[in-house]
């Protein structure tokens, strides 16, 4: 391909003096696990997130499940989350013996429908699948939490969803894997609910050079019970054993090839804001394309440029014969997945989620996309299109 999908050389180009600088101080100093530079990372993006715990961690999909170790969650425990998601946001859920309740996601943002959670948390309090589909055969389950997710960097309806968890008691674990740098209502996405999680994985809008993440909040107990799980349920001493943890700090030198990325994160923020306009502009009065909804009040991080065509595989066709890279996210939603067959769902079950698997299509999204470019992607997306 001629064009990158996410162009992550221009950056590295840019930063690469820093970044080798960074790498190498780790490499003399010799403190690879736990270094003085997780440490500074951690008050940097804590500060960045406006929470008062941020804390590095060895993926997002790590960043979840501690999230949720914290909580307690396990087997009878029920987690609403929506199915058009990365498998890893369901997969912790299951991991950990709990069980994922599918809540279909609004047509316009794509994000997790508070009217639908409403309905689900009704039908699993009757115990009545006829209200809203529920998981088959895994008997009586107790609402603990919802995993609203983020969805292409979009933030998920947090006020709606708040409420609703409130009056259930539930916890909101923010899957902002994708929409970190995001705001919503001037909060920075990983800041919403009790906990937050993101990633680092190099294709994120914030990402390293190999597996990371981290886990926000508030919650100062929270905060101690993650830091002590992610290294091995340790207690105040190394070789204390508090409670059953898991291996999952972020690596000093990931940490350090964070730093200068973070330092210029706003910046590509707004660049990254800029091709969505830019895209936003060219492809809007192409007919039959339906872009993502944003709603008022929120930013996304743009870790994905969508849209949905009754023709999305001629577009995408016609585009790689371009040289022009697409990827479509999700094409099979989870609750299609043969991972979770066991739960029973019909793939109608979640008629939006269907929909959109079979409509969706993502455009080459990063920083350091020019105008000309833009351009050129997005007259072939209307070529193609009519
Ligand atoms: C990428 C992603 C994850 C998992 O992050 P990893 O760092 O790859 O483990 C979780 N949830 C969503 C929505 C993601 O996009």
């Given at each position: 391909?001629?064009?990158?999908?996410?162009?992550?050389k221009?950056q590295?180009h840019?930063?690469e003096?820093?970044?080798?600088?960074r790498?190498?101080?780790?490499?003399?100093h010799g403190?690879?696990?736990l270094?003085?530079?997780?440490d500074e990372?951690?008050?940097?993006?804590?500060?960045?997130?406006g929470?008062?715990?941020?804390?590095?961690c060895s993926?997002?999909?790590d960043?979840?499940?501690?999230?949720?170790?914290?909580h307690g969650?396990?087997?009878g425990?029920?987690i609403?989350?929506?199915?058009?998601t990365?498998?890893a946001?369901?997969?912790?859920?299951?991991?950990?013996g709990?069980?994922?309740v599918f809540?279909?996601?609004?047509?316009?943002?794509?994000?997790?429908?508070?009217?639908?959670?409403?309905?689900?948390?009704?039908?699993?309090d009757?115990?009545?699948?006829g209200?809203y589909?529920?998981?088959?055969?895994?008997?009586r389950?107790?609402?603990?939490?919802?995993?609203?997710v983020?969805?292409?960097g979009?933030?998920?309806?947090?006020?709606?969803?708040?409420s609703?968890a409130?009056?259930?008691g539930?916890?909101?674990?923010q899957?902002?894997?994708?929409?970190?740098?995001?705001?919503?209502?001037?909060?920075r996405?990983?800041?919403m609910?009790h906990?937050?999680?993101?990633?680092?994985?190099?294709?994120?809008?914030?990402?390293?050079?190999?597996d990371?993440g981290?886990?926000?909040?508030?919650?100062?107990?929270?905060?101690a019970?993650?830091?002590?799980?992610l290294?091995?349920?340790k207690?105040?001493?190394?070789?204390?054993?508090?409670?059953?943890?898991i291996?999952?700090?972020l690596d000093?030198?990931?940490a350090?090839?964070?730093?200068?990325?973070?330092?210029?994160?706003?910046?590509?923020?707004?660049?990254r804001?800029r091709?969505?306009?830019r895209?936003t502009?060219l492809?809007?009065p192409?007919?039959?394309?339906?872009l993502?909804?944003?709603p008022?009040?929120?930013r996304?991080a743009?870790a994905q440029?969508s849209f949905?065509?009754?023709?999305?595989?001629?577009?995408?066709?016609a585009l790689h014969?371009?040289?022009i890279?697409t990827?479509?996210?999700?094409?099979k939603?989870?609750?299609?997945?043969?991972?979770?067959?066991?739960?029973?769902?019909?793939?109608?079950?979640?008629?939006v989620?269907l929909?959109?698997?079979?409509r969706?299509?993502?455009?080459?999204?990063?920083?350091?996309?020019?105008?000309?470019?833009?351009?050129?992607?997005?007259?072939?997306?209307?070529g193609a299109?009519?």
């Amino acid at each position: 391909m001629r064009i990158p999908f996410i162009d992550l050389k221009q950056q590295f180009h840019r930063l690469e003096p820093e970044i080798r600088r960074r790498m190498d101080a780790v490499l003399a100093h010799g403190q690879f696990i736990l270094g003085p530079e997780v440490d500074e990372l951690e008050r940097e993006l804590a500060a960045f997130t406006g929470v008062r715990h941020a804390i590095g961690c060895s993926s997002g999909t790590d960043a979840l499940l501690l999230a949720l170790m914290a909580h307690g969650v396990g087997p009878g425990d029920a987690i609403f989350l929506p199915p058009f998601t990365f498998v890893a946001t369901a997969e912790v859920v299951a991991l950990l013996g709990a069980t994922p309740v599918f809540v279909d996601v609004d047509p316009e943002t794509f994000n997790i429908d508070p009217e639908a959670l409403r309905l689900a948390l009704r039908a699993l309090d009757m115990g009545d699948p006829g209200k809203y589909p529920l998981p088959a055969g895994v008997g009586r389950l107790t609402p603990r939490g919802v995993i609203p997710v983020d969805i292409f960097g979009l933030s998920a309806d947090y006020a709606a969803i708040q409420s609703l968890a409130d009056k259930h008691g539930l916890f909101v674990l923010q899957d902002a894997a994708q929409s970190f740098g995001g705001l919503y209502h001037g909060k920075r996405c990983g800041a919403m609910g009790h906990v937050g999680a993101t990633s680092f994985f190099p294709a994120k809008p914030l990402g390293c050079y190999g597996d990371g993440g981290a886990v926000f909040t508030d919650d100062d107990e929270l905060a101690a019970l993650m830091r002590s799980l992610l290294f091995h349920g340790k207690g105040g001493h190394k070789y204390d054993n508090d409670r059953i943890g898991i291996n999952g700090r972020l690596d000093t030198l990931q940490a350090a090839i964070l730093l200068p990325k973070l330092a210029i994160f706003t910046e590509e923020l707004d660049a990254r804001q800029r091709v969505a306009e830019r895209y936003t502009e060219l492809l809007a009065p192409v007919p039959g394309l339906t872009l993502q909804a944003i709603p008022q009040g929120c930013r996304s991080a743009w870790a994905q440029f969508s849209f949905l065509h009754e023709r999305r595989d001629a577009i995408q066709q016609a585009l790689h014969a371009a040289g022009i890279p697409t990827a479509v996210y999700y094409p099979k939603p989870l609750h299609m997945q043969k991972a979770f067959a066991n739960l029973g769902y019909r793939p109608e079950d979640m008629p939006v989620s269907l929909d959109l698997s079979r409509r969706i299509m993502s455009l080459p999204m990063h920083p350091y996309l020019d105008d000309a470019l833009i351009a050129e992607i997005s007259a072939a997306v209307a070529g193609a299109a009519s």
